[in-house]
């Protein structure tokens, strides 16, 4: 099934989507953690895990992803540990590619879940506590509920934004078709060839679809998730 | 046994307080502010003290976390998990008797039911029976009633009046309301400023002119228990019988031989050196003054012994001046049945 779309252009759509839920579902837990860190624990270095995390929102991308070129490289401290002792190559591969899309979207997932936390009532924890629970548990049945909508919109806003990272992916993976070439960076290929302009509008076309697709999904999740809590 | 002797500091206030309750209903009655609810949350562990101990039948529980100390706590906003039905909430913290929590407190109707869509009294009785049900070994509420209106405070004092009568469980009730503090409790504990001022059983303290500036003029008033003895339905009246008079109170009181409560406003009670005649109040005591207190202000406090009751009165220093008011005279207590409000009689034993 190709939808009647030639080989590139569907592969570039069905590796976009893998590498954006890859991203999302990788990084959700993490992004959870320094969220909870970041709005309820005062600790020393807080300031700069909350520096770090921002950085990609404000970092030129092409300066994030030659960062993650010299780090995540076959020749960088972390990539050259990577491949020796687990045998995985990121650069130029999609694996590097939602490595790229993940770090980029992780301040906005982080902030949505950060207000989350934020909006849960201390009280109500307290109150888990008075009647026995233990933090895992209280986490687990009070807290985790009570974020799951700010989750969900930090993740649709995650997932979005990595189908669209360009900067800091073709500069750490290139666009080699049927290996790292995500919609962004076809479009930009298909650009600098003249007379693709009808290659270039089903492309912009399926973007347009998966973004109002992902944010009506959003919507309707969402509607049912505070039914849930409010009751 | 209840032993609490704390100290903690939360930034300009500071708490310093001690005190000791037996088991029943403990009071803690003090203005916003006096540090009541800060009290508590040191009982419960969410607030650590500074110094101190917090001790229960000789059991030090001051380093035991909150999860292990099984102290119940219905807070003032109740603090349901909106996110859970009525019946998944009372399970939280177990289902200790069940279900004669949820026959008790009437929540049979409402287990399916989202907190969002209870009413104010349903959800303080949620509240109360969730911490019941994770079987405390003490229970605090702070303020249960506050946040309601005047008839569902009277439905969940109904239903507080039979907790306390039916379970062992000893409570912590923090409130500024004096006619719920003598509707219910057994022991009054008086805060001021972060500190415990005066502490005792609830009528040795109410009927102690000393204690009126602590309780506040306007709260002052002591607690008699009388037994209803009959009703007069063609004039709406009931008879409660004293140790050495009978009251004629209106409305309908309790059932016949009930014991009642009634706070008597010292306010509301006037003095007379003879007896009067020809007046509208139905209820006219005889009495002995125990003693006579004269506060900062143009009032005095006078303590009346009437029969085995005390009763407390508060008059101008005037008055009682041009009346010759002296301990050990002979006087008459006139009550206008109408003060004893609705809200100031309730069930249950001698406090």
Known sequence: MTLGLDPATWGAVLLSLRIAAVATLCSLPLAIAVAWLLARKQFWGRGLLNGLV???LVLPPVVTGYLLLILFGTQGPIGGWLRDTLGVTLAFRWTGAALAAAIMAFPLVVRAIRLGFEAVDPGLEDAAATLGASRTRIFATVTLPLIGPAVLAGAVLGFAKALGEFGATITFVAAIPGQTQTIPTAIYGLLQVPGSDGAVAVLVTISIVLALGTLALAEALSRRMQRRIRG | MIDVAVQKRLGDFSLDAQFAAPGGITAIFGRSGSGKTSLINVVAGLLRPDAGHVRIDGTDLTQVPVRRRRIG?????????????????????GTHDRDAVIDMLGLGALLDRRPAKLSGGETSRVALGRALMSNPQLLLMDEPLAA???PRKAEVMGYLERLRDRS???????SHDMSEVARLSRTLVIMDA???????PVAEVLSDPQAVPLVGVRDAGAVLTGRVQAFDADDDLTQVALSSATLTLPGRLGALGA??????????VILSTQAPIGISALNVLTCRIATLIEGQGPGVAVSLTCGTDRLLAR???RSARAMGLRVG????AILKATAIAAADVGTGDAP
């Open chain 2, 259 to 268: 014991q009642v409560r009634l706070r008597v406003p010292a306010q509301d």
């Open chain 2, 329 to 332: 005279q002979e006087v008459h």
């Open chain 2, 148 to 150: 309601l209106d005047t």
């Open chain 2, 73 to 93: 706590y219905v807070f003032q906003d109740a603090r349901l998990f909106p996110h859970l039905s009525v019946a998944q909430n009372l399970a939280y913290g």
């Open chain 2, 315 to 317: 008059i101008t220093r």
């Open chain 2, 168 to 174: 062992q469980v000893p409570i912590l009730y923090v």
């Open chain 2, 194 to 200: 972060g500190r415990v001022v005066r502490a005792g």
């Open chain 1, 54 to 56: 921002h950085l990609p």
